[in-house]
């Protein structure tokens, strides 16, 4: 399916930045700490950066868990699988802002005792506090769950709810879907307005704490500069949705540009991104060991986090 390939197609490391050889301002980040990682995708942090979560799968993306890494005296420990992950389909982590509630997409069955998946729904786990385990995983039920595929969720500080989602109603292909929070359940989600869907795809959607903007993946739009681009829309004063414009060349690459999430309190946008910039040595190359060292970098067009400063992108507002 269309949309498993854009979903399967953002971490402050021990060694946050390493060297890009692109024009672009974004930054690869983790180069040490997950090198060893075919694909990596889907970054959600704390807000004081001491714990992250991110998906880890194989190169197809058949094999896919949640991986957690927490600071210790400053250092980033080594990746380890989530306590609720490891044995189905998890991906697309998002922690809430208190740090007490985690967010994810997965195929897992709704009972324990079966071991039959099926499609792709909105789960949580939760803790009384963050030195405290995660819960088992909870299926976010209906209306927000369906039949259908639910991906990528994010939430806002109030708890209202963003994700993606292929229901017969949506605008396109896939569509960015909107549940707000009613003190003790979800409402029937609606598709967001043609600022931002269209009859397209659309997916991996951020939105920010307090529901200022959004940062989405638009999938070979006319404005875009390839494959899948970030863009962004702003809330208006009438809470209508801005059209949205494409971040551009700072951020967006002619591959694969999806899964955006932005630290509002030290305001880095992190992303993934499959771009390459793998090119032959003049000389040619004289050894395997110069041949993996080219086909091995961090822009090899597998699944790579980035990070690049989100005040850059504040003048799209006007």
């Not at 868990?65 to 609720?84: H, L, Q, V």
């Not at 939105?207 to 970030?230: K, Q, T, V």
């Not at 946008?269 to 032959?280: A, M, V």
Request: charged share 25%; hydrophobic share 30%.
């Amino acid at each position: 399916m269309m949309r498993i390939l854009l979903l399967c197609i953002c971490l402050v490391g021990q060694s946050i930045i390493g060297t890009s050889q692109s024009s672009s301002s974004a930054k690869p980040a983790f180069l040490n700490l997950l090198k060893e990682y075919p694909n990596v995708r889907d970054f959600s942090n704390s807000e004081d950066t001491k714990e992250a979560y991110f998906s880890a799968q194989s190169p197809l993306g058949e094999v896919s868990a949640i991986m957690m890494i927490k600071k210790i005296d400053e250092r980033w420990n080594s990746p380890e699988i989530a306590s609720f992950s490891g044995k189905f389909q998890d991906l697309e982590p998002f922690l809430s802002l208190d740090g007490l509630s985690l967010y994810f997409a997965s195929n897992r069955p709704l009972r324990d005792t079966s071991d039959k998946t099926k499609d792709y729904d909105i789960w949580r786990v939760e803790r009384k506090n963050k030195n405290s385990p995660w819960s088992n995983p909870i299926n976010l039920g209906s209306p927000v769950n369906t039949e259908h595929n639910e991906f990528y969720p994010s939430l806002s500080a109030n708890k209202n709810l963003y994700f993606t989602s292929d229901l017969p109603d949506s605008k396109g292909k896939d569509d960015i879907f909107f549940s707000s929070w009613n003190n003790d359940s979800y409402s029937k989600p609606v598709s967001l307005s043609d600022s931002i869907n269209s009859d397209g795809y659309e997916f991996n959607a951020y939105i920010a704490p307090d529901e200022s903007f959004l940062i989405f993946s638009g999938y070979n739009r006319e404005d875009g500069l390839g494959s899948g681009d970030l863009y962004i829309s702003y809330k208006k004063k009438d809470q209508s949705w801005s059209k949205a414009k494409n971040l551009g060349s700072d951020i967006n690459s002619q591959y694969m540009d999806y899964c955006p999430y932005v630290n509002t309190k030290t305001n880095i946008l992190y992303f993934t991104s499959k771009r390459s910039n793998l090119e032959i040595p003049n000389e040619g190359f004289n050894s395997a060991n110069d041949f993996l060292k080219i086909v091995t970098s961090y822009e090899n067009g597998l699944s790579r986090i980035y990070l690049a400063s989100f005040e850059n992108f504040l003048f799209l507002k006007k």
